[in-house]
């Protein structure tokens, strides 16, 4: 078991059955717990997590419609009356089992109601492993602009165990794979190029490199929990990738993963026009993202409606579209101002590679 702690909180990477969960759950003998699912995790992980921990016997039980067009404050309004309705107080425990839509969604949930409860999370996708489970942020979305409503305020305990991957559908691995790979483009040229090897479920489940981009993302985020500086760095991809999901939210949805992996094309073509980044190291990034991802063509109009939500983003100041920018491979810069220019040509690149990859 691989215990790692920060302030406020405690991750520990190894099976859940051989974890500090029963003892955790010990100290709200006298409370509610509630665990907060989805349809997925509700069919395949809820029964055998509540068969393994006596402790979860009499837990209620929350069910989460799934999919990110559901992460809305609309359906955060029925779960806060249902926990009303229930009586729960600030003093019982929600455990949210789940992708990163459940930890997301539960964790502001909990950190909202009666001016916050305390919460583990258990991720179950690999996605929700290396990234959204880790580092307190916790959002939903307002219409098409992503986590555009949130809060920070960290899980007391974190549990990975990478047996729940085996209940993942093949293409969900490749959703999870784009923030590992965004971990080794902004800070970890070696674990990048041990990433690139990466073409079956085995490799996925190597539990070393889970580790170490749980690592990563602990060192970034606990020295700036606010995200007004180096955690910035996390945002590699998103700019790009946020607005592209939103975007084809309504229309034909693409995993958060999927749109990553094209913003980060899109952000690592920026960084080589403007000379920081080598050819050569954009050239290596761009043959393994278009290997992995379906590159999406986009009309004049369609880049219209990106941009419009790119204006949007959370990150920007004065309005400004800030983005991370690679230096190499392995490091990056934060707070770039990058122009409406460079971001239609970046867009028009990437679907010329979709043109020419079909």
Not at 129 to 141: E, F, L, P, R, T
Request: charged share 25%; glycine share 8%.
């Amino acid at each position: 078991m691989v215990k790692i702690e920060s302030k406020d909180s405690i991750i520990e990477i190894g099976s859940l059955l051989s974890s500090s969960l029963s003892e955790v759950l010990s100290e709200y003998k006298n409370h509610n717990v509630i665990v907060v699912v989805d349809n997925n995790t509700h069919d395949a992980c809820l029964e055998y997590l509540i068969t393994s921990f006596p402790g979860l016997e009499k837990a209620e039980i929350i069910l989460l419609p799934n999919g990110e067009e559901n992460k809305v404050m609309e359906v955060c309004m029925q779960v806060w009356n249902a926990f009303t309705e229930y009586g729960f107080g600030r003093r019982d425990l929600v455990l949210n089992l789940g992708g990163g839509v459940v930890t997301d969604m539960g964790g502001f949930i909990a950190s909202i109601f009666k001016r916050g409860m305390n919460f583990i999370h258990i991720p179950t996708t690999l996605l929700g492993m290396v990234d959204a489970a880790v580092g307190g942020k916790n959002g939903i979305d307002l219409g098409p602009y992503k986590n555009q409503l949130g809060s920070i305020k960290k899980p007391r305990n974190v549990f990975i165990d990478t047996a729940f991957l085996s209940t993942l559908p093949e293409q969900e691995f490749y959703n999870g794979y784009a923030e590992m790979l965004k971990y080794g483009l902004i800070h970890d040229n070696s674990l990048y190029n041990d990433l690139k090897k990466y073409s079956t479920e085995k490799d996925f489940n190597r539990l070393e490199n889970i580790e170490k981009c749980i690592q990563i993302k602990v060192e970034i985020s606990e020295k700036d929990l606010q995200d007004v500086g180096q955690r910035m760095l996390l945002n590699f991809g998103h700019t790009f990738g946020h607005a592209i999901e939103g975007y084809l939210l309504e229309s034909s949805p693409i995993s958060h993963g999927h749109a990553v992996g094209i913003g980060m094309c899109a952000e690592s073509y920026i960084s080589m026009q403007r000379g920081m980044l080598l050819k050569e190291d954009f050239d290596d990034i761009q043959v393994l993202l278009l290997r992995t991802y379906p590159f999406i063509e986009f009309d004049e109009s369609e880049i219209d409606g990106i941009l419009e939500l790119m204006y949007n983003d959370k990150k920007n100041e004065d309005g400004k579209i800030l983005s991370v920018l690679l230096t190499s491979i392995g490091s990056a810069s934060f707070h770039n101002e990058i122009m409406e220019d460079e971001i239609r040509l970046a867009l028009r690149y990437v679907s010329m590679l979709s043109a020419s990859s079909n």
